[in-house]
């Protein structure tokens, strides 16, 4: 094995889908992602489906992908439907959602499947250009760890595992998506400021959610992915609404 293998078996390959039924639009973005795995050295694996029911298939028998950029008008299985598989009855969160479309004005349809990113076509070089650097500033696996200390051991757990944050008194519990709670002695200003605003939202004096697990933001409280409700308290409400507004909605131009 030559250095340049071992370099790209040691690198992170991104594994990501287009599912469009235009064939030629899916090149176009295919070769977009190639322009951009040249110019920034990363290592980018590409998946073309055709229909909404050829990624279902796919997605029943393989590992999930890292992202997926999703046209909203499929035949068949639209993008919504496949989202709301993807999010609903499949339960994946790895997979970020990148709509596609030609039309504006799917906010509230598109909402409950907590996309990344939408995009109004035509697509040229430089949006899927921000739309990976964006992927990869939030959801890198390699470089976003949240850090603790439990005892002398220092530990570390990737973001994008982490469900929410529950403080009882001076213990921290770190409640993953994978149903496993850890537990630290610290306090939750200093969990805050680890952790991405664009990202987490602080939703009372005792939990921090990762916005990506929430199903339902409500007036009072929060529907996770999981069925659990956590409560938004009076002081948090109007600056939970806030973020939503100046940083999870308008950041996602839904």
């Known amino acids: 094995m ?12 991104y594994r990501i889908g287009i599912c469009d039924d235009d064939g ?60 709301q598989k993807l999010r609903q009855d499949i339960l994946n969160e790895v997979t970020q959602i990148v709509y596609m479309s030609s039309e504006q004005g ?54 994008g595992t982490i469900l929410y944050f529950q403080c009882e008194g001076k213990k921290i519990h770190i409640v993953t998506c994978d149903g496993q709670r850890r537990q630290f002695y610290g306090s939750m200003k200093k969990v805050e400021e680890q952790l991405d605003r664009n990202v987490f939202c602080v939703i009372h004096k005792s939990y921090i959610v990762n916005a990506a697990y929430v199903s339902e933001f409500r007036t009072y409280e929060v529907i996770m992915v999981t069925g659990e409700t956590l409560p938004i308290s009076q002081p948090m409400r109007k600056k939970v609404q806030k973020w939503l507004l100046e940083v999870y909605i308008i950041k996602r131009r839904l």
């Open 106 to 159: 799917y906010a509230m349809s598109l909402f409950q499947n907590r996309p990344m990113d939408f995009l109004l076509k035509p697509v040229d070089q430089d949006t899927v250009d921000r739309v990976m650097q964006e992927y990869r500033r939030v959801y890198d696996r390699q470089n976003h760890f949240f850090e603790f200390q439990i005892g002398r051991a220092e530990h570390r757990i990737s973001f």
């Open 24 to 83: 030629a639009f899916c090149e176009q973005v295919e070769g977009y992602l190639a322009v951009y795995a040249r110019k920034t050295g990363t290592v980018i694996v590409t998946e073309i489906f055709l229909s909404g029911e050829a990624y279902l298939e796919f997605m029943e028998k393989e590992p999930p992908l890292d992202l997926l950029f999703l046209d909203i008008k499929l035949g068949g299985a639209d993008g919504v439907s496949v989202g």
């Open 2 to 13: 030559d250095h340049f293998e071992r370099e790209i078996q040691e690198s992170i390959v």
